[in-house]
């Protein structure tokens, strides 16, 4: 059974900066791309960024030059690097891990951005 467990989520002031982890019980190496999405009261979920088996990486407009996805094989983990971070970035955040036809999801970590 693949788990997915998201940390690094939590309270931050406009421009600041928070790093999520996402580590998969089983090789991310597995899978044809990992990615994190976020979705806020009353919107639907949306991608943030993507990061394939090859390690290409594709963003939302939204967050282009700010936030950075990257990963470590080894630690079985992705990362999502975000950088002046504005309120519209405040969300739940999720991992995913897509294979074939499948996808899995992690629980989601809160993100929050104050004034």
């Known amino acids: 059974q693949v788990q997915l467990v998201e940390s690094g989520g939590g309270l931050v002031q406009a421009g600041g900066s928070l790093r999520l982890s996402c580590t998969a019980s089983v090789s991310i190496s597995s899978f044809n791309a990992m990615g994190w999405y976020r979705q806020a009261p009353g919107k639907q979920r949306e991608l943030v960024a993507l990061?394939?088996?090859?390690?290409?990486?594709n963003y939302a407009d939204s967050v282009k030059g700010r936030f950075t996805i990257s990963r470590d094989n080894a630690k079985n983990t992705v990362y999502l690097q975000m950088n002046s971070l504005k309120p519209e970035d405040a969300a739940v955040y999720y991992c995913n891990a897509h294979k074939w036809l499948q996808d899995y999801w992690g629980q989601g970590t809160q993100v929050t951005v104050s004034l």
């Open positions: 990061i394939t088996s090859g390690s290409s990486t």
